[in-house]
Antibody, heavy 115, light 111 residues
Framework: EVQLVESGGGLVKPGESLRLSCAGA????????MNWVRQAPGKGLEWVGR??????????DYAGPMAGRFTISRDDSKNTVYLQMNSLKTEDTAVYYC??????WGQGTLVTVSS | DIVMTQTPLSLSVTPGQPASISCKSS???????????LYWFLQKPGQPPQLLIY???NRFSGVPDRFSGSGSGTDFTLKISRVEAEDVGVYYC????????FGGGTKVDFK
């Protein structure tokens, strides 16, 4: 069974940092273009960024509001993708999902940014 | 950036009746490989989105045949032939021709 499991969410203050993890089971993340998508409370889905597959160079792209603050990386030995979030703002409060952008989605991890 | 516009924002349906959701993209989603990069998802409360339709009209494994997708270029439609209780939730269209962009969502509930 294919599973993506996010972890690392929690409560942080504005300006602080947090690193989210997305571990794959039954699914080789290095073969996929992996995305982070977030959903603020009561709102729709917002793309955060992606890392391409290893064969495509493992390059990254980010949505405008996240560029420069968020960094996506992967550790293929751990079959894990990371989302490093710096200089967090209250508007970054959301459930963060990792996804292949197709059928594979994690359950999400909640990030709350509040003083 | 490709903008995805969904209508309506909400839809109240009678069980057993049909429903239709529209999604328009700001530019063509036709890929160089001849496929069109348009997907439909359903998000039920407290759950991640689940894939219903990929590449405009292909039902994902296990998706009931009451769901169908159609369209081309920039105009797309998701139809439910007879809405059932388990179909309640928020529907999103998504393009992955250029990065990912989601429509704003259509909330479907019962009258």
């Amino acid at each position: 069974e294919v599973q993506l499991v996010e972890s690392g969410g929690g409560l942080v203050k504005p300006g602080e940092s947090l690193r989210l993890s997305c571990a794959g089971a039954g699914f080789i993340l290095s073969d996929a273009w992996m995305n982070w998508v977030r959903q603020a409370p009561g709102k729709g889905l917002e793309w955060v960024g992606r890392v391409t597959s290893r064969s495509a160079g493992g390059t990254t792209d980010y949505a405008g509001p996240m560029a420069g603050r968020f960094t996506i990386s992967r550790d293929d030995s751990k079959n894990t993708v990371y989302l490093q979030m710096n200089s967090l703002k209250t508007e970054d409060t959301a459930v963060y999902y990792c996804t292949s952008g197709r059928s594979q989605w994690g359950q999400g991890t909640l990030v709350t940014v509040s003083s | 950036d490709i903008v995805m516009t969904q209508t309506p924002l909400s839809l109240s349906v009678t069980p057993g009746q049909p429903a239709s959701i529209s999604c328009k993209s700001s530019q063509s989603l036709l890929n160089s490989d001849g496929k069109t990069s348009l997907y439909w998802f359903l998000q039920k409360p407290g759950q991640p989105p689940q894939l219903l339709i990929y590449e405009v009209s292909n039902r994902f494994s296990g998706v009931p045949d009451r769901f169908s997708g159609s369209g081309s270029g920039t105009d797309f439609t998701l139809k439910i032939s007879r809405v059932e209780a388990e179909d309640v939730g928020v529907y999103y269209c998504m393009q992955n021709l250029q990065l990912l962009t989601f429509g704003g969502g259509t909330k479907v509930d019962f009258k």
